[in-house]
């Protein structure tokens, strides 16, 4: 499925059912054979009371039965693997959609995850994913439904042409009241999607942080939070039920007054001799069919309603705006790694003047967490300034593409997760092997020595197997691996106790050395083993020199590192 086609809701429709043009072209006419069987086993009886039994033959009874056998036959095939071509389709469409919003959620340019919870996220890519790929299934029993009503007609017409015209003429506006009651639920189920991904936004989100909740005494805020975001997602699941209930019961009596009409009337003309007994079963018999469309109409338009809803929430991932754009740049291989910010105003930065020369390993302290953060996402293009500019060895990074900025400069979260495997696996990354001194340097040596297969240790999900000081090192270790010109290490050390954090700062410097390396942390013991630290205050450099200088000088700075 292509991004490009996905301007809308109903590109997105349309380019699930192109897709998968031909399982669905399969099962809509082997549904519509279905359909057109189940029309013709009152139509044959019809005829077995009017050639057989009437004339009281037997072989005629026995042909006849044969050919309702043979119906029998060919409308429980086509069934089976109709059903089966439909589900196909449905599954791969929805396939399609997860893969292109995972594509767009993990594009480099980023840009859809801004205002979005990662739960609400999981939900587009899942739960709309599949009610969109469900057009796939329905589609072709539409179709099918629309095969009967047609046999049904011109069956009806061939016995009498009042009946016919009244199934021909009575169903579009059946269909088209159908249509105007599926819009409330198509607005319900919307608001039920996007409240029940709500819910699961803040549920992750909770649950992520949930370490840090008890750690603060902050449980029965969350705990609050979520049973009130969950209550919201309840009333409009509440909601959307009832307007599936309203609309499923709306088209059964509308179906059953039109179905009741045309055994009335076929009643009334047997009565007056205008159609046969045959005739007359068949009628009544067809009645009781028109059911079946009828119902599979009102499935088929229930699920329309839900999946434009979902199509809706799916466009809107796939059309967020990038964070950042490409660029054309080329930044010099191998890059030096000179780092300079020049009157950069970003979130809490404002006219940011920093200079890191080639090979330096700079100490930087914010008094105020979300300008680290900002700063960290400027240097990682993450988010280009609206003002000043960031280079790498003179060139704006903003003219470079962001896969070739971040084989420049790695910025290394201070929460990175870990990934399956083992801690090997984690550490080396796609890098061919690990580094000598990597290890000892990150103190991930020690982390494998109480392991039990050493860094053979099969690790779980986001390393949760492992203590939070354990994950820290592993994933430090990852980053001192790749050997990045330019490598931000953010709080690297905050779950490890001091003696281990004085052996990291020393490790870090080691094997770091004349490679460009920022750390954004207020630990003194790494802050101690740069060469250089500036101070940011008001989104401002107020303040340099060696740790030992600020701490002397600098009360906001001791403030900062001591407290």
């Given at each position: 499925?292509?991004?490009?086609?996905?301007?809308?809701?109903?590109?997105?429709?349309?380019?699930?059912?192109?897709?998968?043009?031909?399982?669905?072209?399969?099962?809509?006419?082997?549904?519509?054979?279905?359909?057109?069987?189940?029309?013709?086993?009152?139509?044959?009886?019809?005829?077995?009371?009017?050639?057989?039994?009437?004339?009281?033959?037997?072989?005629?009874?026995?042909?006849?039965?044969?050919?309702?056998?043979?119906?029998?036959?060919?409308?429980?095939?086509?069934?089976r693997f109709g059903s089966r071509a439909a589900e196909r389709a449905a599954e791969r469409a929805a396939h399609e959609i997860r893969l292109a919003v995972s594509r767009r959620v993990l594009h480099p340019r980023g840009g859809a995850e801004q205002g979005a919870l990662a739960g609400e996220l999981v939900s587009v890519g899942t739960s709309d994913a599949r009610r969109v790929g469900m057009i796939n299934a329905v589609l072709p029993f539409g179709i099918?439904?629309?095969?009967?009503?047609?046999?049904?007609?011109?069956?009806?017409?061939?016995?009498?042409?009042?009946?016919?015209?009244?199934?021909?003429?009575?169903?579009?506006?059946?269909?088209?009241?159908?249509?105007?009651?599926?819009?409330?639920?198509?607005?319900?189920?919307?608001?039920?999607?996007?409240?029940?991904?709500?819910?699961?936004?803040?549920?992750?989100?909770?649950?992520?942080?949930?370490?840090?909740?008890?750690?603060?005494?902050?449980?029965?805020?969350?705990?609050?939070?979520?049973?009130?975001?969950?209550?919201?997602?309840?009333?409009?699941?509440?909601?959307?039920?009832?307007?599936?209930?309203?609309?499923?019961?709306?088209?059964?009596?509308?179906?059953?007054?039109?179905?009741?009409?045309?055994?009335?009337?076929?009643?009334?003309?047997?009565?007056?001799?205008?159609?046969?007994?045959?005739?007359?079963?068949?009628?009544?018999?067809?009645?009781?069919?028109?059911?079946?469309?009828?119902?599979?109409?009102?499935?088929?338009?229930?699920?329309?309603?839900?999946?434009?809803?979902?199509?809706?929430?799916?466009?809107?991932?796939?059309?967020?705006?990038?964070?950042?754009?490409?660029?054309?740049?080329?930044?010099?291989?191998?890059?030096?790694?000179?780092?300079?910010?020049?009157?950069?105003?970003?979130?809490?930065?404002?006219?940011?003047?920093?200079?890191?020369?080639?090979?330096?390993?700079?100490?930087?302290?914010?008094?105020?967490?979300?300008?680290?953060?900002?700063?960290?996402?400027?240097?990682?293009?993450?988010?280009?300034?609206?003002?000043?500019?960031?280079?790498?060895?003179?060139?704006?990074?903003?003219?470079?593409?962001?896969?070739?900025?971040?084989?420049v400069v790695l910025v290394a979260a201070h929460d990175a997760d870990l990934f399956e495997g083992t801690v090997e696996d984690n550490v080396r990354g796609g890098m061919p092997a690990v580094p000598s001194g990597v290890l000892a340097a990150s103190a991930a040596d020690e982390v494998a020595a109480t392991l039990p297969s050493g860094t053979a240790t099969a690790v779980t999900e986001r390393g949760r197997s492992l203590s939070g000081g354990q994950r820290?090192?592993?994933?430090?270790?990852?980053?001192?691996?790749?050997?990045?010109?330019?490598?931000?290490?953010?709080?690297?050390?905050?779950?490890?106790?001091?003696?281990?954090?004085?052996?990291?700062?020393?490790?870090?410097?080691?094997?770091?050395?004349?490679?460009?390396?920022?750390?954004?942390?207020?630990?003194?013991?790494?802050?101690?083993?740069?060469?250089?630290?500036?101070?940011?205050?008001?989104?401002?450099?107020?303040?340099?020199?060696?740790?030992?200088?600020?701490?002397?000088?600098?009360?906001?700075?001791?403030?900062?590192?001591?407290?």
């Open positions: 499925m292509s991004t490009a086609a996905a301007t809308t809701g109903r590109g997105v429709l349309r380019s699930a059912i192109t897709g998968q043009r031909k399982p669905v072209l399969l099962g809509a006419v082997l549904a519509a054979c279905h359909q057109g069987g189940e029309a013709l086993v009152p139509v044959v009886i019809g005829v077995v009371l009017d050639r057989a039994v009437a004339n009281s033959s037997a072989w005629t009874l026995v042909g006849w039965l044969a050919v309702l056998a043979v119906v029998f036959v060919v409308l429980s095939f086509s069934y099918a439904g629309l095969a009967g009503l047609v046999v049904s007609a011109v069956v009806l017409l061939r016995m009498s042409v009042p009946l016919g015209l009244l199934v021909l003429l009575g169903t579009p506006p059946l269909l088209f009241l159908a249509h105007l009651i599926g819009k409330p639920l198509e607005k319900r189920s919307e608001h039920e999607q996007e409240r029940a991904a709500h819910a699961s936004g803040v549920a992750a989100d909770l649950v992520s942080g949930l370490r840090v909740l008890k750690g603060i005494g902050a449980e029965p805020a969350a705990v609050t939070r979520y049973r009130r975001t969950s209550r919201d997602s309840l009333r409009a699941t509440i909601r959307a039920a009832r307007a599936q209930a309203w609309h499923n019961g709306a088209l059964l009596a509308l179906t059953g007054i039109f179905i009741a009409v045309v055994a009335l009337v076929g009643g009334s003309l047997a009565a007056d001799g205008d159609i046969s007994i045959g005739d007359l079963v068949a009628t009544v018999g067809l009645a009781q069919f028109l059911q079946t469309p009828f119902a599979i109409f009102a499935w088929v338009n229930s699920q329309l309603a839900q999946a434009r809803g979902s199509a809706g929430r799916v466009a809107a991932v796939l059309n967020a705006p990038p964070a950042v754009l490409g660029g054309a740049g080329e930044l010099p291989v191998p890059a030096r790694g000179q780092v300079t910010l020049s009157a950069v105003s970003h979130g809490k930065l404002r006219d940011l003047d920093l200079a890191v020369p080639p090979g330096q390993l700079l100490g930087v302290v914010t008094t105020d967490p979300a300008a680290a953060t900002d700063l960290l996402d400027c240097l990682g293009r993450f988010a280009d300034p609206p003002a000043g500019t960031v280079e790498v060895d003179a060139l704006d990074l903003s003219t470079v593409d962001p896969d070739r900025v971040r084989s820290q090192r592993v994933a430090l270790a990852r980053a001192l691996t790749t050997d990045a010109p330019v490598l931000v290490l953010h709080d690297p050390t905050t779950a490890v106790d001091t003696v281990t954090e004085a052996r990291i700062a020393e490790g870090v410097a080691a094997v770091r050395r004349d490679r460009t390396t920022i750390v954004v942390t207020t630990s003194p013991a790494l802050l101690a083993a740069t060469d250089r630290v500036v101070l940011i205050e008001d989104g401002r450099v107020v303040a340099e020199g060696s740790h030992a200088e600020l701490v002397r000088e600098q009360a906001g700075y001791r403030a900062a590192v001591l407290s």
